[in-house]
C-alpha cells in the first residue's frame, strides 16, 4: 500500500463507499503480508517512496509468483522482479495474468532477468547509463530496466571505456545535459573518475565483475571508483545495477 492507496481508502470510508470494518480489514496487512515463507513488506512504498522488490536468487519459481501477486494485489506502484529464472519469470507471469494483472515487462539480463508489472507515471530527469565495454551491458540492462520501472526514460550511451575515450568525449554534449549519469564498468573501473570529473549531475558508479584476473572479479573496480578523485561520485555493489538504479531515484526529485 503506497500513499495514493492510503488516501483513496481514507475517501472512501469518508464517503461512505468503505466500511470502517472492510478499512481495518485492510489496514491489518498494511505493515506486511506474512505468507510463511516470506513477509511481504506493503509498508516500505510509504517509508521509502519506492515499494519491495522481488530478488529472484535462492527462491522457488513458486515463492516468487506468490510475492509478486501479493505485491501486485495490495498496492498500486510498480512491482519489480529481479535476477530471475526462466522458470521463476514464467511462473510469475502467469500467476499475475491469472490473477488480472496483466503482462510484466521482461527485460533479458544474461542468464537472468528483470520483470516490471505496473510502471510508475513518466517523471523527470534525463538519466545517462554508461558502459566502459559491451560486456558490462547485463549489468547497465538491470539499471535501464529497473528505472523504466520508476518512470524514468534513461538513455545508454555503450562501449566508452578508458582506453578509448575519444568514444566518450564524443557525447560529452549528452553529459553536459544530463540530471544524473549512472557509470558501468569492470576492468579497472577507471570511467567513473572521467565521467566524474566532465559531468556536474550526480554521478552513480556500478563496478562489475568483467575483467582478467588482477580485476579481481569486480574488487579492483569497486576500490578504485571508492577511491576517485571526483568529488561526490556514489558507488554500489559490485553488479548491482538495480541499486544504481535506485539511488538516482532517490536523488532526483
Same mark, same amino acid.
Given at each position: 500500500?503506497?500513499?495514493?492507496?492510503?488516501?483513496?481508502?481514507?475517501?472512501?470510508?469518508?464517503?461512505?463507499?468503505?466500511? /470502517?470494518?472492510?478499512?481495518?480489514?485492510?489496514?491489518?496487512?498494511l505493515p506486511f503480508a506474512d505468507l510463511g515463507f516470506a513477509r511481504v513488506d506493503h509498508h516500505r512504498a510509504l517509508r521509502q517512496g519506492m515499494g519491495e522488490a522481488v530478488y529472484g536468487p535462492g527462491k522457488t519459481p513458486e515463492h516468487c509468483a506468490a510475492i509478486v501477486v501479493e505485491l501486485l494485489t495490495e498496492g498500486t506502484g510498480p512491482v519489480l522482479l529481479t535476477r530471475a529464472t526462466t522458470a521463476q519469470v514464467a511462473a510469475a507471469c %502467469?500467476?499475475?495474468?491469472?490473477?488480472?494483472?496483466?503482462?510484466?515487462?521482461?527485460? !533479458?539480463?544474461?542468464?537472468?532477468?528483470?520483470?516490471?508489472?505496473? /510502471? !510508475?507515471?513518466?517523471? /523527470?530527469?534525463?538519466?545517462?547509463?554508461?558502459?566502459?565495454?559491451?560486456?558490462?551491458?547485463?549489468? $547497465? %540492462?538491470?539499471?535501464?530496466?529497473?528505472?523504466?520501472?520508476?518512470?524514468f526514460r534513461p538513455a545508454l550511451l555503450a562501449d566508452c571505456g578508458v582506453a578509448g575515450v575519444h568514444r566518450l568525449?564524443?557525447?560529452?554534449?549528452d553529459l553536459a545535459d544530463a540530471d544524473a549519469v549512472v557509470?558501468?564498468?569492470?576492468?579497472?573501473?577507471?570511467? $567513473? =573518475?572521467?565521467?566524474?570529473?566532465?559531468?556536474?549531475?550526480?554521478?552513480? $558508479?556500478? /563496478?562489475? =565483475?568483467?575483467?582478467?584476473?588482477?580485476?579481481?572479479?569486480?574488487?579492483?573496480?569497486?576500490? $578504485?571508483m571508492l577511491s576517485s578523485c571526483a568529488s561526490g561520485v556514489t558507488v554500489v555493489g559490485i553488479d548491482n545495477g538495480f541499486g544504481a538504479a535506485c539511488a538516482v531515484a532517490r536523488l532526483l526529485p
Open positions: 500500500m503506497d500513499e495514493s492507496t492510503l488516501r483513496h481508502l481514507l475517501a472512501d470510508v469518508a464517503d461512505g463507499t468503505c466500511t /470502517p470494518d472492510d478499512a481495518v480489514r485492510r489496514l491489518r496487512r %502467469d500467476a499475475a495474468r491469472t490473477t488480472g494483472h496483466g503482462e510484466g515487462a521482461v527485460t !533479458a539480463i544474461g542468464p537472468h532477468a528483470t520483470v516490471a508489472w505496473r /510502471p !510508475a507515471p513518466a517523471r /523527470p530527469g534525463h538519466v545517462l547509463v554508461l558502459t566502459a565495454g559491451t560486456a558490462d551491458l547485463p549489468v $547497465a %540492462d538491470e539499471c535501464r530496466a529497473t528505472l523504466e520501472a520508476l518512470g568525449l564524443a557525447s560529452a554534449a557509470v558501468v564498468a569492470g576492468m579497472e573501473g577507471a570511467l $567513473a =573518475s572521467v565521467v566524474g570529473g566532465v559531468t556536474p549531475a550526480p554521478v552513480v $558508479a556500478v /563496478p562489475t =565483475s568483467v575483467g582478467y584476473g588482477a580485476a579481481l572479479e569486480g574488487v579492483t573496480a569497486l576500490l $578504485a
